[in-house]
């Protein structure tokens, strides 16, 4: 099995930062994608960065310049570091892999629990 636990969300003013993390662990044979995701209440799910295991890098335009996603291979962990954090980027932070578990085998898409990036005065 597979878990992905991300940690590092909270209540944070306008302008100020917050970095999250998540660290993948179980029966792990290869990470693809990594990335994060964010749900505000009555929206849909999307996208705010990825990272390649190659480490190439794509940002959802409205964080471009703010956020920054980056990886760790060796430690299976990826953190998302969040400047001059608005009001609008209140919601549940979700970490996502793409791991595949064996030689051989697809890659899967894991899902962590989520964390919540409040920002607000």
């Known amino acids: 099995q597979v878990q992905l636990v991300e940690s590092g969300g909270g209540l944070v003013q306008p302008g100020g930062s917050l970095r999250l993390s998540c660290a993948a662990s179980?029966?792990?044979?290869?990470?693809?994608?990594m990335g994060w995701y964010r749900q505000a209440p009555g929206k849909q799910r999307e996208l705010v960065a990825a990272?390649?295991?190659?480490?190439?890098?794509n940002y959802a335009d409205s964080v471009k310049g703010r956020f920054t996603i980056d990886r760790d291979n060796a430690a299976n962990t990826v953190y998302l570091q969040m400047n001059s954090l608005k009001p609008e980027d209140t919601a549940v932070y979700l970490c996502?892999?793409?791991?595949?578990?064996?030689?051989?085998?697809?890659?899967?898409?894991?899902w962590g629990q989520g964390t919540q990036v409040t920002v607000s005065s």
């Open positions: 990272v390649t295991s190659g480490g190439s890098r």
């Open positions: 996502n892999a793409d791991i595949q578990t064996r030689w051989g085998y697809p890659a899967q898409q894991h």
């Open positions: 179980g029966s792990i044979f290869r990470i693809n994608a």
